[in-house]
């Protein structure tokens, strides 16, 4: 499904010419992808279906409750609209792609980052091992605290956008931006990566500094325009406060219970950071680490 989503293909290139999509097996394609979907999804919700949760009625509490069982009391018992299997199997897909790769990707560049920054490393190890002290299994009520490592993955975002692109948008009106017309219909993609990095809005724009972002008002919630790597306007990421604390909670556990080495004394400098266009615009090259645990393996 994912390889099926990104990409320029025939049909996106002349949408009119209906056949395009037949001649070059892509429907065929999707409809197979739909059919492999529908099965895992239908035997998912059927799954929950048997240990069904009545919450009102059930011990177990919200708290211990997952999205899709959120879902499908939603669909027994909920006053809105009624909601369809249909539905609730668009939902969890949209989240899923929504929700996976946009992580790890950020994932992957947060890492790769702090490799080639040293003394952001080091502070960053500091104020997570700080915070979570001699706790065994840190949660993620801890990561409110880590400022600094929030700054991090602020940075992060501005450099290395995982959906530099955003999603296109069409023009719904003719309307003219700094002298060109553009015409109604028009497809527009907003490239939120050089946004992020326009010297114009950011100084010393191509380095990665975390302290930029001390003490600043700008957010990346969608009304700051020059740091967009969430989107904004009505079709902004709605995953942005689950994206935050994942990507907090990923990132704290990595380097409280790990020290981190290159490998093959590599030196920072060395590591390759070139990108590559996809769903996300990844790492080129996989990020290669060497794990030091830093307690008995027992505890992690
Ligand atoms: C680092 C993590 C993430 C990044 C960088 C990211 C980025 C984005 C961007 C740039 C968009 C398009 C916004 C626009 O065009 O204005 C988007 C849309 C979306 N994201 Fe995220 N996202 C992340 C995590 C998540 C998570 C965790 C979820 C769900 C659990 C999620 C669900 C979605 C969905 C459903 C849309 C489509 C919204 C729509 O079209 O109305 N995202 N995301």
């Known amino acids: 499904m994912m390889k099926l989503s990104t990409g320029l293909t025939i049909p996106d290139c002349f949408p009119s010419w209906r056949l395009a999509e037949v001649i070059t097996g892509l429907r065929f394609r999707y409809k197979g992808a739909r059919k492999e979907f529908d099965e895992i999804f239908d035997a998912i919700i059927e799954d929950h279906k048997q240990g069904s949760i009545n919450m009102e009625n059930s011990d177990r509490r919200w708290e211990e409750a997952n999205f899709l069982d959120v879902l499908l009391e939603h669909q027994q018992h909920g006053d809105l609209k009624p909601i369809t299997n249909d539905f609730v199997k668009a939902i969890i897909l949209d989240m899923f792609i929504g929700g996976t790769e946009s992580t790890s990707t950020l994932m992957e560049w947060v890492m790769a980052e702090l490799m080639r920054n040293p003394r952001i490393m080091e502070k960053a190890q500091a104020e997570v091992r700080h915070v979570f002290g001699k706790k065994e299994k840190p949660n993620w009520r801890d990561t409110n605290e880590l400022d600094y490592s929030k ?67 700008i957010d990346y919630k969608g009304s700051n325009f020059e740091f967009i790597p969430f989107g904004a306007g009505r079709r ?34 060395d590591m390759d950071m070139t990108e590559e266009f996809g769903l996300t615009v990844h790492r080129r090259s996989e990020l290669c680490l060497v794990p030091v645990p830093r307690f008995p393996s027992k505890t992690v």
């Open 236 to 269: 902004v990421c709605p995953g942005i406060t689950f994206a935050q604390t994942d990507a907090l909670l990923i990132l704290s556990q990595l380097l409280h219970y790990f020290d981190w080495k290159l490998p093959n004394e590599m030196k920072p400098q």
């Open 151 to 217: 700054l991090i993955l602020k940075e992060t975002l501005r450099l290395h956008p995982p959906g530099p692109l955003l999603v296109p948008r069409e023009c719904k009106e003719k309307c003219e931006i700094e002298g060109y017309e553009i015409p109604i219909k028009t497809r527009i993609i907003i490239n939120a990566w050089a946004i992020g990095t326009d010297p114009r809005h950011w100084d010393d724009s191509e380095s990665f500094k975390p302290e930029r972002f001390e003490g600043s008002p």
